[in-house]
């Protein structure tokens, strides 16, 4: 490891009184640009609201685009045996033609992707995932955005609330100085749950066992692939690839001989809607968190010396890899875990499984229990009963303690095994929907958020088109 800057021995120095400018009011305010951002401010601008969307990136799309997270993964029922197995055994797309359980500003997503050539539909061909062109999708962002009326401001980095525990206003870091932005109402789609911590909100890191989150990736775009080439290796050693998953032998012979050490047993990789491209999601970093500045500095430096020895792993040993090279990697690595809000119901892996159903539904999902180790080597996989999918309640998006603020995304409440399934983008973006409708409805009111009636969001995204 290199001589990275770690924290020194406690101490605190006083920092000078500062004054903040207001920039701006609106009745919600969506924090995070990500899926469960998009989500939350279209679903809040649809509802009537005045909508103002800030973004710490220079671009929309969060994980999908600054940390390559490609495909968006299955949001369809599944066909196949409900049982545990590891991911070599058991791929969440490997399953028969299902149902979609998730629709509204996703499918407005999906349509205006696939106008701009910048996805394939799901199917059977895909695995029912939604391979996608990160490029594009910021611009279809942007458009959809521009269509709802909504008021975009980038550069802009969440550091402090106006008001807690009623907040009523959101301190950004910007290059023009502080400023802050005025809502009625609230939406925190950091996916770390940053606003929400900062205004007091109580929540959870980790499993319940050590604290321990899932690993980080940071994920990254190879081309000059040869498909035909590597079909053929696959018909030769079909024990060698299963999925998306596979070479392992290949793996062990690479790391036998010191070429490759990786803290996972395989390599995962997914086409995308260019023929001779692929998105590589094959490194691995344990031990750190997603909150934490020096953690996420060693990270970006293990794991982007991960993706030289993957790089150089493929080229030789892979048949279709050897002309291939590294076109992009992510802005950032990609953190599947950190704060888990703790709101009015935690849901669980029981839920899940059991595909249990909520009166105050809204949003549903079918992906599996993912949970990479950890540790170190090794994924769990567990899968819905067939056709099966599970309620996300309203309850599980309004914190404990705050009135004016909802969460959206992966910082939801939930376990730490609940939270390996509604953390994936599809099902982000619906609980994003369903927090600025929320919001929007508070706003309407002059109420709480978490006095909404759960019935009259649910009334409204059906309006819009969401499945609940």
């Known amino acids: 490891m290199p ?59 969060g994980n999908a685009t600054a940390a390559l997270v490609m495909p968006l993964m299955s949001f369809h029922t599944q066909r196949g045996p409900a049982t545990p197995g590891s991911a070599s055994e058991l791929m969440p797309h490997d399953h028969g ?33 939604v391979p996608f ?62 606003v929400a911590a ?16 899932q690993p980080m990736t940071l994920m990254f775009r190879m081309v000059e692939f040869e498909r035909n080439a ?66 996420l500095t060693a990270a970006e430096w293990q794991s982007r010396r991960q993706m ?24 950032t690595i990609g953190v599947r875990e950190t704060r888990r809000i703790t709101g009015e119901y935690q849901l669980t892996a029981e839920d899940i499984l059991g595909a249990r159903k909520a009166e105050d539904v809204i949003a549903r999902g079918t992906y599996p229990l993912d949970i990479h180790n950890p540790t170190g080597k090794g994924t769990v996989l567990m899968r819905l009963p067939d056709g099966g999918s599970y309620d996300i309640p309203l309850r599980c998006l309004l914190p404990q303690r705050l009135d004016r603020l909802a969460v959206a995304g992966r910082c939801i409440s939930g376990t730490h095994e609940a939270h390996s399934s509604y953390r994936v983008m599809p099902i982000a973006m619906a609980t994003g929907q369903a927090a600025g409708v929320c919001a929007a409805l508070a706003a309407r009111a002059g109420k709480a958020v978490r006095d909404v009636p759960p019935g009259d969001v649910q009334t409204e995204l059906r309006r819009q088109g969401a499945l609940i």
């Not at 009623?166 to 950091?190: F, H, Q, W, Y």
Request: hydrophobic letters at 45%; glycine letters at 12%.
């Open 3 to 61: 001589p990275l800057l770690r924290p020194r021995e406690p101490a605190t120095v006083t920092l000078a009184p500062r004054t903040a400018t207001v920039a701006a009011e609106c009745d919600v305010l969506v924090v995070g640009g990500g899926p469960a951002g998009l989500g939350a401010a279209i679903g809040a601008a649809d509802a009537g609201a005045d909508v103002i969307l800030v973004e710490r990136h220079a671009f929309l799309g």
């Open 97 to 129: 033609p299902g149902d979609p359980v998730v629709q509204g500003v996703l499918k407005r997503l999906l349509d205006r992707l696939e106008e701009a050539g910048g996805s394939l539909r799901p199917s059977p061909q895909t695995g029912y995932v």
């Open 198 to 213: 900062l205004a007091g909100a109580p929540f959870e890191i980790g499993r319940a066992s050590d604290s321990l989150v």
């Open 308 to 331: 030289k020895q993957i790089v150089a792993f493929l080229r030789k040993y892979v048949p279709g890899f050897e002309r291939s090279y590294l076109a992009q990697s992510g802005v």
């Open 133 to 194: 062109d990160p490029e594009i999708f910021k611009l279809v962002a942007l458009d959809l955005l521009d269509d709802a009326g909504v008021r975009v401001l980038l550069y802009a980095f969440a550091s402090g609330v106006v008001g807690a525990p009623r907040p009523d206003g959101v301190v950004l870091e910007t290059k023009s100085g502080p400023i802050v932005v005025m809502a009625r109402a609230i939406v925190d789609a950091t996916g770390d749950g940053d």
């Open 230 to 295: 590597f079909a053929a290796y696959r018909q030769a050693h079909p024990d060698q690839w299963r999925g998306v998953h596979g070479l392992w032998d290949l793996v062990r012979e690479a790391s036998a001989a010191g070429e490759l050490a990786l803290a996972r047993e395989d390599i995962l990789f997914f086409g995308t809607p260019h023929e001779r491209e692929l998105s590589v999601n094959s490194t691995r970093v344990t031990g750190g968190l997603g909150t934490s500045v020096w953690d």
